[in-house]
């Protein structure tokens, strides 16, 4: 992430910046000439050698550039790659068919030529006396002007921010693909093994009763009530298995009113401060819910805690939720198998979950989903 700088520079500070480009003119010669030569080595082995060191290279000097043209405008100029995958060899084919990392080299085409003399007319500017005035009005439009095309230059195109866009949701979707059946794996498992179970046991005992009804009436009355018993478990499963799919109290009383439902069968104290005023679109309801359920059930086991606290704030376009305690912290998004199906879960809305939970507390879990409430003028598919 690039530091969002506050304000625009001013000629000192531009004319700083002048000077670490001036400086960085022979590295950026160096990286453009070694990733040309490279690259066209490829056609024998050493070339792909070479590229590995190349590549990375050329991003940490544009990486470097898009820091100083941030502080010079203003405003933060982001990368455009695309996340790299693990292994090395994996990674620098990422790289090399990357269109940011062929763009990195045009820029270095401008860097090496126009920029440059830019960077150096301003540098030279403050260093001749006589033209201190030139520079006291001069420095900060041209340095702008590099600035600019600098930007223009580095920052990810429409077509970059659709490819990013397109690879998160193809990951997200992959994710949510995995998740519904596993979901669907874990149904099949709680039917099977509770009321399909259950059931059996009732049919065997009615048919035993049957029989029995005639020469035993007494054997038989105890195999009904035993029928009984065990239909209202097995009520009980199926009323369970109901809940872990879509809660009825989630149904009827909105996301507020189950959550503060959650919260009174907890045994540490919850503290509630939930403000969603309109009902959100079921599915988002749902995925929350069981998010808070999943951080509560955390706190019950693992935190010792003494408190917990559950925030809910939907503004009309972003739902922001917290849940805290202030037990023994520890809590990783990548040990356990909770966590990580929230986070799953979330992301199929674009909802980014993040830990936060130092060694002896607090655990603070917070997520954002952005999503409008569900009336019917602004119902999101
Ligand atoms: N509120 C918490 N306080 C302390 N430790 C926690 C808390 N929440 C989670 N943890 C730790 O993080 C691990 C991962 O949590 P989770 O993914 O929910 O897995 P689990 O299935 O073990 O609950 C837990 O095993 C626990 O050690
Ligand atoms: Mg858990």
């Known amino acids: 992430m690039q530091p969002v700088p506050t304000r625009p520079a001013g000629p000192l500070k531009v004319t700083g910046v002048a000077l670490a480009q001036v400086l960085l003119f022979v590295p950026v010669i160096l990286v453009f000439v070694l990733i040309v ?60 068919l990357d269109p940011a990392s062929w763009r990195d080299l045009l820029w270095m085409l401008w860097a090496m030529t126009g920029g440059f003399v830019l960077s150096l007319l301003v540098f030279l500017l403050m260093i001749a006396v006589v033209t201190l005035p030139l520079w006291r009005y001069g420095a900060v439009p041209l340095m702008r002007a ?79 009530n035993e029928a009984r018993g065990t239909s209202s478990t097995a009520l009980g ?23 503060s439902a959650l919260a009174l069968d907890m045994a540490v104290p919850v503290e509630l401060a939930l403000e969603v005023p309109e009902r959100l679109p079921a599915p988002v309801e749902s995925a929350v819910y069981f998010a808070v359920a999943e951080c509560l059930a955390n706190t019950a086991k693992h935190a010792g805690a003494a408190q917990s606290w559950v925030t809910l704030h939907h503004d009309g376009a972003l739902l922001r939720a917290e849940v805290g305690d202030d037990g023994r912290g520890g809590a990783d998004l990548r040990s356990g198998s909770g966590l990580p199906g929230v986070a799953a879960r979330l992301a199929a809305f674009d909802g980014i979950l993040s830990v936060s939970s130092p060694t002896g507390g607090p655990t603070v879990v917070t997520w954002e989903i952005p999503c409008a409430s569900s009336s019917p003028k602004t119902t999101r598919s």
């Open 37 to 96: 030569v490279s690259s066209v080595l490829t056609v024998v082995w050493v070339g792909m050698l070479l590229l590995l060191g190349a590549l990375p290279l050329g991003r940490l000097i544009a990486d470097a550039h898009r820091r100083m043209a941030a502080a010079v405008t203003g405003e933060p100029v982001p990368a455009p790659y695309l996340p790299l995958p693990p292994g090395p060899l994996r990674a620098l084919r990422a790289r090399a």
């Open 146 to 224: 590099r600035s600019w095309v600098d930007r223009a230059i580095l920052s990810p195109g429409r077509t970059e921010a659709l490819e990013r866009r397109v690879h998160d949701l193809t990951a997200s979707r992959a994710v949510v693909v995995d998740h519904s059946a596993a979901e669907l794996r874990r149904i099949e498992r709680d039917l099977h093994d509770g009321p399909q179970a259950r059931l059996a046991a009732v049919s065997l005992s009615l048919g035993l009763a049957d029989d029995l009804f005639e020469t035993d009436p007494a054997a038989a009355r105890r195999l009904l």
């Open 237 to 259: 499963e199926l009323r369970d298995v109901v809940r872990g799919i879509h809660p009825p109290v989630l149904a009827d009383r909105g996301l507020t009113g189950a959550v």
